[in-house]
């Protein structure tokens, strides 16, 4: 068994849930997290380093003996992080958690991952890539597909740049605004997509860039409001396991997503080795996908994080050692639901630094740190997405009734929270039983 010294890179719910699943091992000898939050302070220690601080990380990891980073992000992998530790003779022995700049363009360029999906005959919407040199092109393809349209800006945009727009004259005025800069250099590109009618969820795995371990899927709700109202947000809650998920669907998904993605990467040359989160629509009993993400999803991993009764730093451990095939992936039957507490006016404009109160007589459950701080030795609000709390129970209503109760045990100025989170897949929620991970290819 080794021990070891992990630098957990992020600041947000993800990073305190997995910094709250690692430090369970007995693999681990200490925890660092970089820039991290007041949660994943109590469990290991912060540094003040920002997530796209490469020189910063580096210091850290020499200073401290790092031998194991987990980048939790997905800014530090489009920018490169893997290539440049790889290219430093000090730090080109230590693994990371998270693919190569190329293996990260599945997230970092929505054109890049649809190439990628045609190459390799994986199903996807019909779309068309648009630049203002092919923008007639982009106003023809818009006319040929029915409403609503899907403008995805090709770059990242941190979660706001995609618009699903009812009129077609519409669509075609928003694209010139995409390409003129509504979303920055984000938008230099914008892919159109054909609007797939179905339910979303997301699955996630863990590969070594031959072999893969299938974590618990999650279904997440992005609208800031009730029935799925108003904006778009990073993520209001969660639910793990998704009911529609069914041996049957696992298996397609297996077959026609995952398996042909880490083929396609092996064949394109591209070295992968972290989490691949695949975002997919169910359309009619069919799997789709309508994103790939490099990295854990938030607040999934607040859901997913709790059932996972394996090891996490063990899987990790196949990782960095290619070993991922000898290691077990076990799931725990019970349901989790994530309910994440916001600032009022997010995602739009909100205040900062109101104290948070935590009544010590808080049901159980489990609370995730967000967007907090430290002020004047008190806890205060410091973005839009606050604190997640996650309930574990035998059934999805059972797990709601759980949440919400405890939810009562939060209190900050201006909070706001949705009240439906698993409501709308409740009825067909039913105990299940503890369950492994299918063989790996």
């Not at 630098?7 to 993800?14: A, D």
């Not at 601080?53 to 790092?66: A, C, P, R, S, Y």
């Not at 995409?178 to 969820?201: N, P, R, S, Y």
């Not at 604190?387 to 706001?416: C, D, G, M, V, W």
Request: proline share 7%; charged share 20%; hydrophobic share 40%.
């Amino acid at each position: 068994m080794k021990n070891y010294r992990v630098l957990l890179i992020g600041s947000g719910g993800r990073e305190h849930a997995l910094a709250w699943k690692l430090a369970q091992s007995p693999q681990l000898d200490k925890l660092w997290t970089a820039p991290g939050n007041p949660g994943t302070a109590v469990i290991g220690k912060n540094v003040p380093v920002a997530a796209t601080d490469f020189e910063g990380l580096k210091t850290t990891v020499l200073t401290q003996q790092i031998n194991l980073v987990v980048v939790g992000p997905e800014e530090p992998l489009v920018n490169g992080l893997v290539d440049w530790f790889a290219a430093d003779p000090a730090l080109a022995h230590i693994p990371l958690i998270g693919p190569c700049r190329r293996g990260a363009q599945l997230e970092g360029s929505k054109d890049f991952a649809k190439q990628f999906m045609q190459r390799h005959q994986i199903p996807t919407a019909r779309h068309q890539t648009v630049t203002h040199d092919t923008l007639a092109d982009g106003d023809a393809f818009l006319d040929t597909l029915p409403a609503p349209y899907v403008l995805k800006a090709d770059g990242l945009a941190a979660g706001k740049g995609v618009l699903i727009i009812d009129s077609r004259d519409e669509a075609k005025q928003q694209l010139r605004h995409i390409l003129q800069g509504l979303f920055g250099a984000a938008g230099d590109k914008v892919v159109i997509e054909e609007f797939l009618q179905g339910t979303e969820v997301s699955v996630f795995a863990l590969t070594d860039g031959e072999h893969y371990k299938l974590l618990p899927e999650a279904k997440d709700y992005k609208r800031v409001g009730n029935h799925d109202t108003g904006p778009n947000t990073g993520g209001m809650g969660a639910v793990s396991p998704v009911p529609f998920v069914t041996p049957d669907f696992r298996e397609k998904v297996e077959q026609q997503i995952i398996r042909p993605t880490i083929r396609g990467l092996q064949q394109e040359g591209i070295d992968y080795r972290g989490f691949l989160f695949f975002g997919l629509m169910n359309v009619a009993g069919q799997p789709y996908v309508i994103e790939y993400n490099v990295r854990m999803g938030d607040p999934e991993t607040e859901a997913v994080m709790p059932r996972l009764s394996t090891d996490l730093l063990d899987l990790f451990d196949g990782i960095a050692r290619r070993t991922l095939h000898e290691k077990t992936c076990d799931i725990i039957p019970d349901t989790a639901v994530t309910v994440v507490c916001v600032s009022g006016g997010y995602p739009g404009t909100y205040a900062k630094n109101y104290p948070i109160n935590i009544l010590p007589d808080m049901p159980d459950s489990l609370l995730f740190h967000a967007g907090t701080a430290i002020r004047e030795g008190k806890l205060v609000t410091a973005g839009g997405r606050v604190l997640s709390l996650t309930a574990l129970a035998p059934n999805i209503a059972a797990a709601r009734e759980k949440a919400y109760a405890a939810l009562t045990a939060i209190q900050f100025k201006n909070s706001h929270h949705r009240t439906d989170i698993g409501l709308d897949i409740a009825p067909a929620a039913e105990p299940r039983h503890a369950m492994s991970a299918p063989p790996e290819e």
